[in-house]
C-alpha cells in the first residue's frame, strides 16, 4: 500500500477510534507530502509523517499492483489513552496501532509502535503489509489543546 492510498485508509480507521474526535490529511510540500492529523476527545493533537518502503520488485516509476490480501490482524482491545486528562505521547502509538488493527483491513499483516518494549528516539508506528511493503508514521508535532504547530517538528513533551 502506497503513502496516499495509506494516508486515506489510515483517515478512515483512526476516525473509529472512541477517543478520536477528527482525523484530517496534511502536508508540508515536499518536505512531507503525506501526513495525518489525529485530535483526540481532549483537543490534544498528534501529527504524523508518513514514509514508505516499497514491495520486493516493486517499482516507484510504475502504477502500484494490486494489493496482495491476507488475513486481516486480529482485533485488539483498546488501551487506557487518557490518563489524569492527558495524554502519554508514547502511549499513544498503541492506541493508534489498535485503531490499525481493529479497520480489519486484509492488506494489513501487522502493525507495532515504535516503544515498545523501549522508548524511541522518534515516537511513532509501522504498519507491514501482506506485500512487504511498510508504512512508518513518524510523529511531528504532539500538542496540547489549542496549540499550532511551530518549529521543525520532533521535539515533542511526554503527556498533552
Known sequence: MRPERFQEFAVKA??????VRTVEPWNEGTKRPCGIKVEFT???QIWHAIAY?????????EPEA???????????????????????VRASEQYLVAAILNA??????DAQGYSSPTPAMHPG??????????????YQYALRSGQQPGGKGYDLPEAI
Open 14 to 19: 483512526l476516525a473509529q477510534a472512541p477517543d
Open 42 to 44: 481532549t483537543g490534544a
Open 53 to 61: 518502503t516499497m514491495a520486493p520488485g516493486e517499482k516507484m516509476s
Open 66 to 88: 494490486p494489493p496482495v490480501e491476507g488475513e486481516a490482524p486480529a482485533a485488539v482491545p483498546w488501551p487506557e489513552l487518557i490518563q489524569g486528562g492527558k495524554i502519554n
Open 104 to 109: 480489519g483491513n486484509a492488506e494489513v499483516a
Open 125 to 138: 508506528f509501522r504498519v507491514q503489509f501482506h506485500n512487504g511493503s511498510k508504512i512508518f508514521c513518524v
